[in-house]
């Protein structure tokens, strides 16, 4: 399973029955990384004897590695096999399951009970091979199932309590649990006495259990940019732009490569754990949810976990001088200060207010006001363009840096290289193939239609486009399309809501697909 039509060319399982004769059925199995019982191999032994017994012959496998039971996001087995079931493309009239934990640990035992219904009503029945119970549609198996339901939902819940119980131990006891390093340290791995085992560069994770990461200061010259850092704006009274302007004169770049920016200056001010304390559960994204950004209150710390490299006194002082700058103007006193503004200027854009010293930023007008545009028409200010596509422009701008970083980081995470062009980003992954990431804004015709183009750089001809489209709003992703070059002869590409088999044989809900494209496996198991 190596291209995007992998599931199409499914392995074919006979269970020594004539597959002409005898009840012909397809198996799902899945795995995350709950316990090697659940293997699909050994899913799949369970299944064959079962079916066996019953003189049922399996003719298509659907398997989900390493995938979590959640949800149905990210399970392109079982998406496709709810989609063949619902288009009638099928060459079976059952589907087999190891149990119903495989089928999904939904936590609402409504939507587990929705896709076998699905299944249902198109003439295809479901059996669960290692249950202790016929689903026959009979009272007790129904209550049974329902059961088993809810136990599978709760058995995830209950374990997302223990892992973040153990994580916050281990958060007591001064060890890291995930994240880059950051700019001036480096993660080390300790052995179970507490030895150091060696520095983790990027990428590279812990394999032992028994393991444990550590922060140590980095090399001299970033522990003494981020020590310049903190004497420039505490003792020179600069900025965090300022700042920025400074180290990029000097040729001076972040762990990423990149340019310092305002932003990344500022992270380096504001995280403790420049002073040597360990902070954890600031956000949280528990069964696969929303992220919710937590209050102080609820922090997990461990002070002095790890060597300082900047004294607490000029880290509390930075504090202070963030604090004070930020102070908390009413809404009658942010829209004062910016009509001001209008009247000094004659005109208003998010550059010309955050240039301006002794203003609320222009991001602290879109969260107060839902928007720059609201704030602008509060002070009879009208854009002489349509601003609102401006404003769209700018969120995506700043959006797609993130995902680049986020998408290289999680080609590293899985073994993969890349070489990332900082003039067009272009990405150069694992020296095989080219990727370059793409933002496309969703647009709405006067009838109400939703359409989206993407545009095909002609001049960096990608081995694979990575299309985000996004939802009506363009504030939230709704999904992505991986194109390949081969494939996508024209300059651009425009998309409807549903675009037939043949384009949306490319999307998919997750970039997951794409990740599994880049991974690296040792040669002894690809042999």
């Known amino acids: 399973m190596d291209d995007l039509g992998e599931f199409r060319d499914r392995e074919k399982r006979e269970g020594g029955i004539d597959a002409s004769t005898g009840v012909r059925a397809a198996q799902y199995v899945r795995m995350s990384t709950e316990h090697q019982r659940y293997s699909t191999e050994n899913q799949a032994d369970i299944i064959a004897q079962y079916a066996a017994r019953r003189g049922i012959a399996i003719v298509r496998t659907y398997a989900d590695e390493g995938k979590s039971g959640l ?113 001036g340290l480096r993660r080390m791995l300790l052995d179970e006495r507490g030895s150091p085992k060696g520095i983790l560069t990027r990428g590279e994770h812990k394999s032992l259990q028994t393991d444990r990461v550590v922060l140590v200061p980095g090399p001299p010259d970033e522990v003494e940019i981020v020590q310049r850092i903190y004497s420039m704006f505490v003792d020179g009274k600069k900025t965090e732009g300022e700042i920025a302007a400074i180290l990029n004169a000097e040729g001076l770049s972040t762990d990423y490569g990149r340019p310092w920016t305002r932003g990344t200056i500022h992270q380096v001010l504001s995280n403790e754990k420049y002073v040597g304390n360990n902070v954890f559960n600031r956000m949280s994204f528990k069964l696969k949810k929303k992220r919710v950004h937590n209050g102080a209150d609820i922090w997990i710390r461990r002070d002095g976990a790890f060597p300082a490299i900047v004294p607490i006194e000029m880290f509390r002082t930075a504090g202070d001088i963030i604090v004070a700058r930020s102070v908390r103007y009413s809404d009658g006193e942010m829209l004062d200060r910016l009509a001001g503004l209008l009247a000094d200027r004659g005109e208003l854009s998010g550059l010309i207010i955050d240039e301006m010293d002794g203003m609320p930023s222009s991001s602290a007008y879109r969260s107060r006001f839902g928007s720059l545009l609201r704030a602008y028409q509060l002070v009879g200010y009208a854009p002489g363009r349509d601003y609102r596509y401006v404003e769209i422009n700018r969120f995506l701008r700043r959006m797609h840096p993130d995902i680049v970083e986020r998408a290289i980081t999680a080609i590293e995470d899985l073994g993969g290289t890349v070489r990332r062009d900082l003039e067009t980003d272009l990405l ?3 020296g095989e193939f080219t990727a370059s990431i793409v933002i496309v804004r969703c647009q709405e015709t006067q009838a109400g239609a939703l359409r989206w183009k993407i545009r095909f750089d002609a001049g960096l001809r990608p081995d694979i486009t990575v299309a985000i489209r996004m939802a009506a709003g363009n504030q939230e992703i709704l999904d992505y399309y991986l194109l390949p070059r081969t494939e996508m002869m024209g300059a651009d590409l425009r998309l409807k809501e549903d675009n037939g088999i043949f384009l949306d044989a490319f999307r998919f809900d997750t970039l997951d697909r794409f990740f599994k494209l880049t991974a690296r496996c040792s040669i002894w198991r690809a042999a």
């Open 428 to 430: 150069a992954i694992n």
């Open 71 to 183: 949800s149905i996001d990210g399970r392109d087995a079982l998406k496709l096999l709810i989609h063949d079931v619902e288009a009638g493309n099928t060459d079976f009239t059952t589907i087999l399951v190891y149990d119903i934990s495989r089928w999904g640990r939904f936590q609402d035992a409504d939507e587990s009970a929705y896709y076998e219904h699905v299944c249902k009503r198109a003439g295809i029945t479901v059996q669960f091979c290692a249950e202790q119970f016929e689903n026959d549609g009979s009272l007790s198996a129904t209550i049974i199932k329902g059961m088993k339901r809810a136990m599978a939902g709760e058995y995830s819940r209950e374990l997302s309590v223990k892992v973040f119980t153990g994580q916050c131990r281990l958060i007591e006891l001064g060890y890291r649990q995930g994240g880059a390093a950051g700019f």
